[in-house]
């Protein structure tokens, strides 16, 4: 049997391989996020509502990096980066731009509640503890899109039961829930203090080394922290495979499940009505 390696340990062993996969993230996104700025700046809507429109599509490769660091990560199968990384594109476009529209209402909306609840609570106390539920319910949230993508990836399942069990696995694995999110704001909190601090040429190199490099760093510690949980309450990873068509029933233990096992891979139970 094939000794699993740490993720701490392939993440050093592998990282050229790694950054190459987060460098085709970052500079799709960022081509993304270009051209909906280029969009805004035609259009006369020149606001960060209509910038961070660029999130929804980008949010499509996505994918590709999900795949390959589950690859590295967990299953210890070092595929080749750029074909994996595009074949998953490829294959899970459609739900992705669900997950970018999410994403996207989430970030948008946290932003605006809490500029307001901060202002409102300079004045009024009882605004203070508002900011503090609605910065709990938007680490929850989170939270659950740290799941959704890699549940996207790894199993066939519908967008509704992706989003159900992402919700229910918050505070299914909820230490290490929140020692991953503790950990991605550490380490967001050292690129943001590092940029301020930075001058000159610096922080422009720093500038573009943090848009290159931390989508993937982030990534690999969401993917590393909740994979164990996600196997424990879901199955083992495995690559999705689209619905064949069965000659004669396939029989099961119990009929009455949506989705069951059939050669190690999750699929939807075809006895299911």
């Known amino acids: 049997m094939k000794k699993r390696v740490k993720p701490v340990t392939v993440f050093f062993k592998k990282l050229p391989q790694l950054l190459l996969a987060g460098v085709i993230f970052s500079a799709a996104l960022g081509a993304c ?35 390959v660091i589950r ?18 594109v490829r294959e899970n476009w459609k739900v992705f731009i669900l997950h970018g529209v999410i994403s996207y209402l989430i970030c948008a909306c946290a932003m605006f509640a809490f500029m307001y609840y901060y202002i409102q609570a300079q004045t009024d106390v009882t605004f203070a503890y508002i900011l503090g539920f609605y910065g709990f319910f938007t680490a929850a949230l989170l939270i ?12 066939e399942l519908r967008w509704r039961d992706i989003y159900k069990n992402s919700l229910l696995l918050i505070l299914g694995k909820i230490l290490r829930n ?17 940029f301020v601090y930075a001058e000159g040429v610096w922080k422009i190199v720093l500038g573009v080394l943090i848009a290159a490099v931390y989508p993937m760093i982030i990534t690999y510690i969401e993917v590393s922290m909740v994979s164990k949980g996600l196997i424990e309450s879901v199955g083992d990873f495995v690559d999705p495979v689209k619905e064949e068509v069965i000659a004669a ?9 949506d989705y069951i096992f059939v050669n190690g891979r ?7 009505q």
């Open 33 to 67: 996020m270009g051209l909906s700025i280029l969009f805004s700046l035609l259009t006369g809507f020149n606001n960060v509502l209509v910038w961070g429109l660029g999130v929804i599509p980008g949010t499509i490769f996505y994918s590709g990096l999900v795949v």
């Open 71 to 88: 690859k590295y990560a967990i299953e210890n199968d070092y595929v080749p980066v750029v074909r994996t990384f595009f074949a998953a």
């Open 144 to 155: 659950m899109m740290f799941y959704a993508p890699l549940m996207s990836v790894t199993y």
């Open 178 to 194: 929140l020692i991953a999110l503790v950990m991605i704001v550490a380490a967001v909190a050292i690129a943001v203090l590092g």
């Open 249 to 257: 029933p396939l029989v099961t233990e119990n009929t009455e499940d």
């Open 266 to 272: 999750m699929i939807k139970n075809p006895n299911k």
